[in-house]
T-cell receptor, first 116, second 115 residues
């Protein structure tokens, strides 16, 4: 069974641009969560999607958005990039929505975004 | 909200040495606890978990016991290998709005094992 696939693995953008990252969950998984990993702030929750609906969002500005498609694939978008958006963005999938009994999240390898 | 405090690294050990990485948590109630591992250039892999007090999670020679008295979940391994070199994250499940949850992570501890 294929794992969580994130594309692209690496991305270089300049300030002010926008970027879209993609996440394909494990087959059969319907929940996708996104996390940002930086040396300073560590791992922080961005948002969770289940059945094409955003269930929750972390403490990030409105420049960070996402969506989920009917096949459970998810994308996240960051507009008007800032230097501080440079990070590893990790996607995690699980069969059920978070908060549902014993439900383990499986992480992808991440997309490393560098903003110049 | 709930939080995790993890010992700062880096930790450098020789092969076959004993490993302990300390993790304590602050939480309302008794959340599920996890250790994740991140190898260079890769994402997070679940190493082990515990869902209630006194549970012991174990995997690949690593162990951690959920201690509610000391609010701790320390990671241990009796004999580390070079291949264990990675960054280790302690985490807990934190309920948020609408019945959903997020994972709250410690800052991570980088382990280097020398031959």
């Amino acid at each position: 069974k294929a794992g969580v696939t994130q594309t692209p693995r690496y991305l270089i953008k300049t300030r002010g641009q926008q970027v879209t990252l993609s996440c394909s969950p494990i087959s059969g998984h319907r929940s996708v969560s996104w996390y940002q990993q930086t040396p300073g702030q560590g791992l922080q929750f961005l948002f969770e999607y289940f059945s094409e609906t955003q269930r929750n969002k972390g403490n990030f500005p409105g420049r960070f958005s996402g969506r989920q498609f009917s096949n459970s694939r998810s994308e996240m978008n960051v507009s008007t990039l800032e230097l501080g958006d440079s990070a590893l963005y990790l996607c995690a999938s699980s069969p059920l929505p978070t908060g549902t009994g014993w439900n383990i999240q499986y992480f992808g390898a991440g997309t490393r975004l560098s903003v110049l | 909200g709930n939080s995790v405090t993890q010992m700062e690294g880096p930790v450098t050990l020789s092969e076959e040495a004993f490993l302990t990485i300390n993790c304590t948590y602050t939480a309302t109630g008794y959340p599920s606890l996890f250790w994740y591992v991140q190898y260079p250039g890769e994402g997070l892999q679940l190493l082990l978990k515990a869902t209630k007090a006194d549970d012991k999670g174990s995997n690949k020679g690593f162990e951690a016991t959920y201690r509610k008295e000391t609010t701790s979940f320390h990671l241990e391994k009796g004999s580390v290998q070079v291949s264990d070199s990675a960054v280790y994250f302690c985490a807990l499940r934190d309920p948020i709005q609408g019945g959903s949850e997020k994972l709250v992570f410690g800052k991570g501890t980088k382990l280097t094992v020398n031959p």
